[in-house]
């Protein structure tokens, strides 16, 4: 394996995902729940979740796009100086228990970039798309009542001019990430030039804070240029493991297993080993 490939790939596996480094989400200003409760619509459909956060924003536009059209969509703002518009996406509606076992509502508005000549996805390997979250409670009277949103200065996440916040993912992986916290740990992964790579994200899903995105670390690799048989193939595997404590945020375990290039990228070693990841809440990243 060449020194230079080596070092692209595993800076790849640092640069994918934003990693530990930095939340995916950016800061925000101060959290308040009153003014999140004053925040009620008749029902978390398309059209109602649109006209409440968007509504000055959106405008008629179709886009070629399979997966896309398959879901409720709708143009937003105007077209940039490098000729595109966004697209707003909604994905399906996300059920779950926050950690007293009430009923919560996630809403997931993912913001594509569209080619505004095309109507095509502007979907290179480093395009990236934006997403909107929401939680919400449902009143007695039906109607749903915002919880925590996302901050409004989101940060670009994702790969190939999509965001990576699949709701199967989300939801199978629900669970407890703190003492009052619900969320999700999700690998993701994106081949490129042969190789697939694979990182954690973390979705904090607090209510008495912004809902937010982060970066947990490597989740693994493999080199599919060369056949397994060869010298030069080498592939690991990274799993998780949230630590239950009496603690706001819990630890989390980081396991590693296969073969990986080691640090100074000179030769392919045997790996074996586990390391605890711990949330810094004053840098706001996993560390």
Known sequence: MEL???????????????????????????????????????????????????????????????????????????VDS??????????????????TGEPRYLVIIEKVQVDSNTASLVSCHACTATADIYSFQKLNNGQFQLVSRTPKNVKP??????????????????QPLGKNLMGAVIKNGSFYHGIFVQWWDV???????????YGLGDAGMENGVHDEDSPL?????????????????????????????????ERIEHINYSKIVKFNPIKKAYE
Request: proline share 5%; glycine share 6%.
């Open 157 to 174: 996440l994702g790969v190939n001019g999509r965001v990576m916040l699949d709701e199967k993912k989300v939801k199978d992986n629900m």
């Open 203 to 213: 979705l904090h899903l607090p209510e008495n804070d912004f809902i937010n995105l």
């Open 82 to 99: 490098d000729g595109e518009r966004t697209v707003a996406v909604m994905h399906p509606v996300i059920d779950y228990k926050n950690t």
């Open 4 to 78: 230079s490939m080596k070092k692209i790939l595993l800076g790849l596996a640092i640069s994918l995902g934003v990693l530990s480094a930095t939340p995916a989400i950016a800061a925000a200003p101060a959290f308040s729940a009153s003014q999140m409760a004053q925040i009620k619509i008749r029902d978390l459909s398309f059209k109602e979740v649109m006209r409440q956060f968007y509504n000055d924003q959106m405008v008629s536009f179709s886009i070629d796009d399979e997966d896309i059209e398959s879901m409720p969509n709708v143009g937003l703002g105007k």
């Open 233 to 265: 193939y080498y592939g690991y595997e990274g799993t998780f493991k949230v630590m239950s404590e009496n603690s706001p945020y819990y630890s989390i375990m980081l396991s590693y297993k296969g073969e990986k290039p080691t640090d100074d990228n």
